[in-house]
Every structure is written in structure tokens, then in C-alpha cells.
């Protein structure tokens, strides 16, 4: 069975750079560009991995991570962060709001190739 990851970012840009990065990977891809539509959709496909932006209109990540983590239906997601914060605050937080991983934009795409494999344990 395919792995679905969740890709949440509110730039275009961005999600297009992460689907192209791992619609070869054989990953059954969705996409949501804000945290109230990723809450719905994790709710509906129950993603393995949401690759989870943190700084988004209305609801910001690290709420949309911790509404999925308290939901028993989505809990068992992995969330990866991705933040262009590098801080050892912003990473701290990242970790205490039930993040799996987390990745600094810009990034390679081998890097996110990489830990996403690691977090679906297919490496």
C-alpha cells in the first residue's frame, strides 16, 4: 500500500517543490494550503506523514500538530515541521507540539527525500 503524505504550506510554490521533490517516490500525494483545510483533510485521508509549514494564515502550524495529535483518528500521523526559523526556541517548540522532525527552508530535495523516507521507516 502506498504511503499518503499530507503536504501543508499556504505558498504555492512551496507545495509544488515538495510534490515535485516526491511524486516519484511512488507516495500517494494531497495537498492543503492552509491549517483549517489540513485539519479536514487529515481528517478525511489519514495521512502517514503531513509535512506541516509553521508560520500559516489562521490557524498556525503548531496548533494544526497538536489538534491531530489529540484527534484519535490522526495521532498516528507524522508530522515533519517545515520552518525557515532555525532557533533553538523555535525548534524546542517544535518538538514540545508533538513535531516528528523538522526541516529549515530553503532545504535540498535530497535532504527531504531523505527524512521523509526515515519517518516512514522505509530507509
Known amino acids: ?3 499518503k503524505i499530507l503536504i501543508v504550506d499556504d505558498e504555492d510554490a ?16 494531497y495537498e492543503a494550503f492552509d491549517g483549517q ?3 479536514l483533510k487529515a481528517q478525511e485521508i489519514k495521512p502517514d506523514l503531513i509535512i ?5 494564515p489562521r490557524v498556525v502550524g503548531y ?5 491531530i495529535k489529540e484527534n ?3 495521532q498516528n500521523s507524522t508530522i515533519l515541521f517545515i520552518s525557515s526559523r532555525s532557533s533553538r526556541t523555535a525548534l524546542n ?10 526541516i529549515i527552508k530553503p532545504f535540498e530535495p535530497s535532504e527531504l527525500r ?9 530507509d
Not at 52 to 56: E, N
Not at 114 to 122: F, H, N
Open 63 to 67: 496548533m494544526v500538530c497538536r489538534e
Open 37 to 39: 483545510q489540513a485539519l
Open 52 to 56: 506541516l509549514d509553521v508560520m500559516m
Open 93 to 102: 517548540t517544535m518538538e514540545m507540539e508533538g513535531g516528528d522532525d523538522y
Open 72 to 74: 484519535p483518528e490522526t
Open 1 to 3: 500500500m502506498e504511503k
Open 14 to 29: 512551496i507545495r509544488e517543490l515538495i510534490r515535485l521533490t516526491l511524486e516519484d517516490e511512488g507516495y500517494e500525494l
Open 114 to 122: 531523505a527524512k521523509v523516507k526515515k519517518l516512514l521507516g522505509l
